[in-house]
């Protein structure tokens, strides 16, 4: 509330014109307009179909990868030194790719998607299991723990924490990836909303879009991640040391 009174006074000085700078009455009447005639809610489905679909499959691409890498000293010397050099690559950078490979289509973006948020989950979920103490691996080989049920009861709840990181650092540049994606060459989503405004010099639009945008971040993390990570300190006993 105190930032929309801020933002509101900064506004009532008049040192910008109002369609540089709109004030959050511009705004609301923004999303009040694209929720009546169903722009907003359309591009907001479009969206989320996106994100899930493209976020699901890094996600279980990145753990299984990650998994299997944290583990073999070959993979992790060949597959881990690639992964850790795609991790500084602009998701971007994979569009001029997916187009000619996939063409204006559904799977162009997805493929941008995945390429954004699998390397952060890999690398995150690699981190997670080089850094389990041997003891813990040793132990459950003395107790007879081989093959599926090493990796189900002792190398994943280990890895958990870092997992639980990249899921959120994949998550996040899923969305940068779609954003980039969709503001270039999608004519429907949130990103077409944010072009569409830019080019009609509504930054109401735009501003909306963006706040939009924070406030699905805050929603998922609130409802999703700080939850599963609630989850996995308490049940190691480590709910006080994340306060």
Not at 92 to 102: G, M, N, Q, R, S
Not at 175 to 199: D, I, K, P, T
Request: include cysteine.
């Amino acid at each position: 509330m105190l930032l929309i009174v801020v933002w509101q006074a900064a506004c009532s000085l008049n040192i910008w014109p109002e369609y540089l700078f709109p004030g959050p009455i511009a705004v609301l009447n923004s999303l009040i307009g694209s929720l009546r005639n169903g722009t907003l809610l359309v591009s907001l489905y479009t969206s989320l179909r996106r994100i899930v679909i493209g976020f699901g499959i890094s996600l279980a691409g990145g753990v299984i990868t990650g998994l299997l890498v944290g583990r073999s000293a070959l993979l992790h010397d060949t597959i881990g030194s690639i992964m850790l050099g795609l991790q500084t690559l602009p998701s971007i950078c994979w569009l001029p790719l997916a187009l000619l490979w996939f063409g204006l289509s559904e799977r162009a973006i997805l493929f941008v998607i995945i390429m954004g948020a699998f390397v952060a989950v890999a690398v995150s979920t690699e981190a997670g299991v080089r850094q389990i103490p041997p003891l813990y691996l040793q132990a459950a080989r003395n107790m007879g723990a081989r093959g599926y049920r090493l990796y189900r009861d002792v190398i994943i709840p280990a890895a958990l924490p870092g997992m639980i990181t990249g899921m959120k650092l994949g998550w996040s540049f899923a969305w940068r990836s779609l954003m980039a994606g969709e503001l270039l060459y999608v004519n429907l989503g949130l990103g077409h909303l944010l072009m569409m405004g830019r080019e009609l010099s509504d930054m109401a639009q735009v501003v909306m879009v963006m706040l939009l945008l924070i406030i699905i971040g805050l929603i998922s993390d609130k409802l999703i991640f700080a939850r599963l990570e609630s989850f996995v300190y308490e049940r190691w006993g480590l709910k006080k040391s994340v306060r």
